[in-house]
């Protein structure tokens, strides 16, 4: 069931809850092969995080959100901001 629109719908209902709970950042996991996924993710505003993102961010608790987010080697962690003024405009993935 690809490219329906299921995906994107998921992922925008998902970040409107996480805004609504007062949430700044979100941050998803998406492995470096899947295009799709990072499609999806970059139709919805996210963006590769930077080295260290978690840390400026976070500071000393970013040990403890780094514990909880394992990342593969083969996987890139994208960030979604919420206070950015420009996100990225929605697509059709």
């Known amino acids: 069931m690809r490219r329906r629109g299921t995906g994107r719908r998921l992922v925008g209902e998902a970040l409107r809850r996480f805004q609504a709970t007062g949430a700044t950042h979100v941050f998803s996991a998406v492995t470096r092969e899947n295009e799709s996924s990072q499609a999806?993710?970059?139709?919805?505003?996210?963006?590769?995080?930077?080295?260290?993102?978690?840390?400026?961010?976070?500071?000393?608790?970013?040990?403890?959100?780094?514990?909880?987010?394992?990342?593969?080697?083969?996987?890139?962690?994208?960030?979604?901001?919420?206070?950015?003024?420009?996100?990225a405009p929605a697509q059709g993935v």
């Open 40 to 87: 999806l993710f970059a139709a919805s505003g996210f963006r590769e995080a930077p080295r260290g993102a978690l840390w400026r961010l976070f500071r000393w608790r970013a040990f403890r959100v780094r514990l909880r987010m394992v990342l593969a080697p083969h996987e890139v962690l994208l960030v979604r901001t919420f206070t950015d003024p420009s996100p």
